[in-house]
């Protein structure tokens, strides 16, 4: 039995509903990340000494990180892009390209923390280091999430492309909203942690 609106929009909602079903999930997402936003200003507004993260944080790590994650944005939308030309082999290159910066990104961020822990700095030394191994700790998570899920779609998931193109190209278009989502957070966590 197939389960209607998989491919078409459904005629009440007016998307696919693994569309709606991902745009659900990216809610919760927005609520959960709203809420460690949330308490990061509650904390910061309330303490009576606050660091600067620029004193503390390495900016030109962060910056060449956000410049990571928006190329792999932009080639997110360009794999995608690429199905709807009918152009798979392009689309490999391109969701390879994407799964590759958010490897680098990880590297970066690995080199970036075991810094600040050789420096003696850990969740445990202040308020202001305890929020940002959390946040941006659970934003490399989702990194993570972001990898498993694109590298199947380039893998063993990229069979659906000969059976059924239409519907992996919709799975690859929730993917990369999700994606957007993981860049969008750092596009946030970057200037409020590092540069405020």
């Not at 993260?53 to 030109?60: E, F, K, M, Q």
């Not at 003696?120 to 972001?146: D, Q």
């Amino acid at each position: 039995m197939e389960i209607p609106h998989v491919v078409e929009v459904h005629p009440e909602t007016g998307v696919a509903n693994a569309k709606l079903g991902l745009w659900l999930f990216l809610a919760s997402e927005v609520m959960l990340f709203g809420a460690l936003f949330s308490s990061y200003i509650l904390l910061r507004v309330a303490a009576v000494e606050w660091p600067q993260g620029s004193t503390i944080l390495n900016v030109p790590m962060a910056t060449f990180n956000t410049l990571v994650l928006i190329a792999s944005s932009v080639t997110v939308v360009m794999s995608w892009l690429s199905l709807k030309l009918n152009d798979f082999a392009k689309y490999r290159v391109y969701m390879g390209i994407t799964i590759v910066c958010a490897f680098i990104f990880l590297i970066v961020k690995y080199f970036e923390y075991t810094a600040k822990f050789d420096h003696g700095l850990s969740p445990a030394t202040s308020t202001f280091l305890a929020i940002y191994f959390t946040i941006t700790g659970l934003h490399a998570i989702h990194i993570i999430g972001g990898i498993v899920v694109n590298g199947y779609l380039l893998g063993p998931g990229a069979r659906m492309w000969k059976t059924d193109p239409e519907q992996f190209t919709g799975r690859v278009e929730a993917a990369g909203l999700y994606w957007h989502f993981v860049d969008l957070v750092w596009i946030f966590l970057f200037p409020v942690l590092y540069l405020l």
